[in-house]
T-cell receptor, first 117, second 117 residues
Framework: AQKITQTQPGMFVQEKEAVTLDCTYDTSDQSYGLFWYKQPSSGEMIFLIYQGSYDEQNATEGRYSLNFQKARKSANLVISASQLGDSAMYFCAMREALSGSARQLTFGSGTQLTVLP | GAVVSQHPSRVICKSGTSVKIECRSLDFQATTMFWYRQFPKKSLMLMATSNEGSKATYEQGVEKDKFLINHASLTLSTLTVTSAHPEDSSFYIC?????????????FGSGTQLSVL
């Protein structure tokens, strides 16, 4: 089963509007972390926002906020006031509980966001 | 923030040659680095976990003899694609964890586009 599911391969949004990118996850662990990364066409991966499973508040970083619904196992990314520079591929990722020293991320399939002028 | 430098950004080589990709953490020590492979418009697939001073841990299906990983210091990991073939053409990206960071987020290199002729 997919651990991280991003059901929107592509999304369009008008400049200055808000957009929500969906992410659901599957884990039996109680302790885990959820991440969102942005990958522009240049290929680099840019960290956007982090949510810990025990965090009571939804994470926010500037125009980015994470709508964390633990019972539904969803961690949707909300981008407010979209800008043309937000056009990129967006990946949701999860880090599960401690297992040795290497706690790598599992990535979703990504959502290609296009911001329209 | 922490920076991970990856070189080269692009390499074109003939079939049968070997290619070395470097990944450096510039302002933090990384005992663990990760190597990912990404096909066009696809997600990142973890290839191996590189541990400083010890052997790398490879994911299932990744050939150890094809993709040699060396993590000789706390700031440098290298991936060598040996006897490259056209099917090895892909985007390779490394990441390192800033273990001093609060949420241990991963920082990514800018990636290497490998094209094997």
């Amino acid at each position: 089963a997919q651990k991280i599911t991003q059901t929107q391969p592509g999304m369009f949004v008008q400049e200055k509007e808000a957009v929500t990118l969906d992410c659901t996850y599957d884990t039996s662990d109680q302790s885990y972390g959820l991440f969102w990364y942005k990958q522009p066409s240049s290929g680099e991966m840019i960290f956007l926002i982090y949510q810990g499973s025990y965090d009571e508040q939804n994470a926010t970083e500037g125009r980015y906020s994470l709508n964390f619904q633990k019972a539904r196992k969803s961690a949707n990314l909300v981008i407010s006031a979209s800008q043309l520079g937000d056009s990129a591929m967006y990946f949701c990722a999860m880090r599960e509980a401690l297992s040795g020293s290497a706690r790598q991320l599992t990535f979703g399939s990504g959502t290609q966001l296009t911001v329209l002028p | 923030g922490a920076v991970v430098s990856q070189h080269p950004s692009r390499v074109i080589c003939k079939s049968g040659t070997s290619v070395k990709i470097e990944c450096r953490s510039l302002d933090f020590q990384a005992t663990t680095m990760f190597w990912y492979r990404q096909f066009p418009k696809k997600s990142l697939m973890l290839m191996a976990t590189s541990n400083e001073g010890s052997k790398a841990t490879y994911e299932q299906g990744v050939e150890k003899d094809k993709f040699l990983i060396n993590h000789a210091s706390l700031t440098l990991s290298t991936l060598t694609v040996t006897s490259a073939h056209p099917e090895d053409s892909s985007f390779y990206i490394c990441s390192a964890r800033d273990q001093a960071g609060v949420n241990e987020k991963l920082f990514f290199g800018s990636g290497t586009q490998l094209s094997v002729l």
